[in-house]
């Protein structure tokens, strides 16, 4: 009776070696746990940060300035030309015009409109005229470059 022991070349003993193959799939479970435990941590605490400091405001009847009235805009073309609204305009008859658009309210919104390519002097200048007329909200008004976010 003799037994074979040992180092044969048999599969079941102890002298073959098997090798593993390195597992290739990935287990996306804990992952996504772990971003919904996340989300709603997000979700609770992003309106906290916003809220800033309590207050009670005070109760007024009063109406908001300028909120349904729309505003006026003044263009300034590359010619020096100006335009309100789409009427042409002259300097000397910018303040009556603007005046009568606004009913004499001093606090009506008005937008300038300036060329790029227009005199940064030019464009002072017809601010400078707009103000002296009384008027208190008066603006400049840009475009956003492509792709710019806006900002707030």
């Known amino acids: 009776m003799a037994m074979q022991m040992g180092g044969g070349g048999g599969r079941g003993g102890f002298g073959g070696r098997r090798r593993h193959r390195p597992m290739s799939e990935i287990n996306v479970t804990p992952m996504v746990d772990v971003m919904l435990v996340l989300l709603i941590i997000f979700m ?31 263009t300034i073309k590359a010619d020096g030309s100006l335009f309100m609204g789409d009427d042409a ?23 300038v409109r300036g060329d790029q390519h227009i005199d940064y002097g030019r464009v002072m200048q017809v601010m400078g005229t707009i103000t002296s007329g009384g008027f208190t909200h008066v603006a400049l008004l840009a475009e956003q470059p492509q792709g710019a976010p806006a900002s707030r």
């Open 44 to 74: 609770v605490t992003a309106p906290l940060m916003t809220s800033g400091v309590n207050v009670d405001l005070p109760k007024t009847n009063a109406s908001p300035v300028n909120a349904d009235t729309k505003p006026i805009t003044v």
């Open 89 to 111: 305009v002259s300097t000397d008859q910018l303040v009556a015009k603007l005046q009568a658009a606004a009913q004499n309210d001093p606090t009506h919104r008005i937008f």
